[in-house]
């Protein structure tokens, strides 16, 4: 299926997702010191204003598509963020929780794109930052990482009435402690990203997940690798916390019967059994040997279906959730085929990536718009907990990217390590 209609498309919209703050004019009253992309274009779709994790895979087409210096400003503006508030928050005015912290691999992505230290070196305080408030407000007993919430019981309560309740369809006659209860770790779910999905079991918050623990792999690497020219002597400590965490993850995570890295329930003490693609971050971070790697791949099957690879495996009643099978979200592909391509899996990445761009091309000339999720059973615009909204921001940015992987890997014959 052509892609050059969809590529045409995303490179004249570009800026109109582009937006920059006047005096008071910013999104609930906060203004961001730089210009900054929104997911949405304003005025067609619901996700007009600055969030968190999204940005990460605009910025993968923004650095692509020759727009350098915007993703630098996204960049910047994250900085802005942890420095005003010691995170970065879901998005403007939103601070009862952050989003994955995929700081550091937004800095891996735009030296990779541009060979540009001085970026790296302007905000390494903050990359700091955000590190000290992971591994302080969401640290566990197993040492690793959880998601949680900074909200008040109150605001816990209002979460479950407002959201919890009429997109799960619980009942609305609970007693306020267990909508407290049930509310907090709805709150925990809504930072990973996935709110909501069934891959906690209600529990978020008693979870060390995969991709979170591996994303802060990145900000330790990271920081033991650009420790020497900041003039800091600390390169030591930050390798030492990365081979903590590999060591913890290989421990608690990978579940060699299996062959996949599983979410750790750290109150039961137990694996997740549930298959998703946040299980193939070890393989992007550097968690993973290739001989893991290659048995993650084996099992992509189990969430492949003819119009993209489902975030999840299929359960009884996963359908209740959108962040489950049988949707397709733009962010997990990426991941998906980022985490193949680091070990040569090439044809399977290929596949991954195929798979989206078809249905997305597909759905483009059908619509003559890009979409926020799709159904990997059917190819239709995802509906489950509420309607898919038309975006540019990771829709567009995860196109780019996966479209360019595939004409880099045309003239490499595939491998598969050992």
Same mark, same amino acid.
């Given at each position: ?42 005025? !067609? ?5 600055? #969030?968190?994790?999204?940005? $990460?895979? @605009?910025?993968? *087409? %923004?650095? &692509?598509? /020759? =727009? ?57 305080? !903050? ?5 000290? #408030?992971?591994?302080?407000? $969401?640290? @566990?007993?197993? *040492? %690793?990482? &959880?998601? /949680? =919430? ?75 690798? %650009? ?192």
């Amino acid at each position: 299926m052509p892609y050059s209609a969809v590529r045409a498309y995303i490179r004249e919209n570009w800026l109109r997702s582009l937006h920059r703050d006047k005096a008071g004019s910013g999104f609930l009253g906060i203004d961001l010191p730089f210009p900054y992309t929104t997911p949405s274009i304003k005025g !067609e779709g619901h996700f007009s204003f600055f #969030f968190y994790w999204d940005t $990460r895979f @605009t910025n993968l *087409g %923004l650095l &692509r598509d /020759g =727009h350098a210096s915007v993703a630098a400003d996204n960049i910047r503006n994250i900085a802005w963020f942890i420095r005003r508030q010691g995170y970065m928050p879901n998005h403007t005015g939103l601070t009862n929780r952050s989003q994955p912290p995929l700081f550091a691999r937004m800095l891996l992505d735009y030296r990779e794109a541009t060979g540009d230290e001085a970026l790296l070196a302007e905000v390494a305080s !903050e990359l700091r930052q955000e590190y000290h #408030f992971w591994t302080t407000a $969401r640290h @566990t007993p197993t *040492g %690793l990482q &959880r998601h /949680g =919430h900074h909200d008040t019981d109150e605001g816990c309560l209002k979460f479950f009435n407002s959201c919890v309740q009429s997109r799960l369809g619980l009942p609305a006659d609970l007693p306020d402690a267990e909508k407290i209860r049930i509310g907090a770790h709805h709150l925990g779910e809504a930072e990973s990203g996935w709110d909501f999905t069934p891959r906690f079991s209600g529990r978020c918050m008693d979870f060390n997940p995969v991709e979170l623990n591996s994303l802060l792999h990145d900000h330790e690497t990271l920081l033991a690798e %650009l420790a020497p020219n900041l003039g800091r002597d600390d390169a030591s400590l930050w390798r030492d916390r990365a081979a903590t965490r590999h060591d913890r993850v290989q421990r608690l995570f990978w579940d060699d019967s299996a062959g996949w890295f599983h979410d750790y329930d750290f109150v039961e003490k137990r694996r997740s059994s549930l298959v998703h693609l946040g299980g193939l971050l070890p393989l992007l971070s550097g968690l993973a040997t290739h001989a893991q790697a290659a048995r993650v791949a084996q099992k992509l099957p189990l969430l492949t279906r003819p119009h993209g690879v489902a975030v999840t495996m299929e359960t009884p009643d996963c359908r209740n959730y959108q962040w489950a099978y049988p949707n397709v979200w733009p962010p997990l592909v990426c991941f998906a085929v980022e985490s193949l391509r680091r070990h040569n899996l090439n044809t399977d990445a290929d596949r991954v990536a195929r798979l989206f761009l078809d249905t997305t091309a597909r759905l483009f000339a059908e619509t003559g718009r890009l979409w926020e999720k799709t159904d990997a059973e059917t190819g239709v615009i995802a509906a489950n907990e509420y309607a898919a909204a038309p975006m540019m921001g990771w829709t567009a940015g995860v196109f780019v990217a996966l479209h360019e992987g595939l004409s880099a890997t045309r003239s490499q014959t595939p491998t598969r390590p050992r």
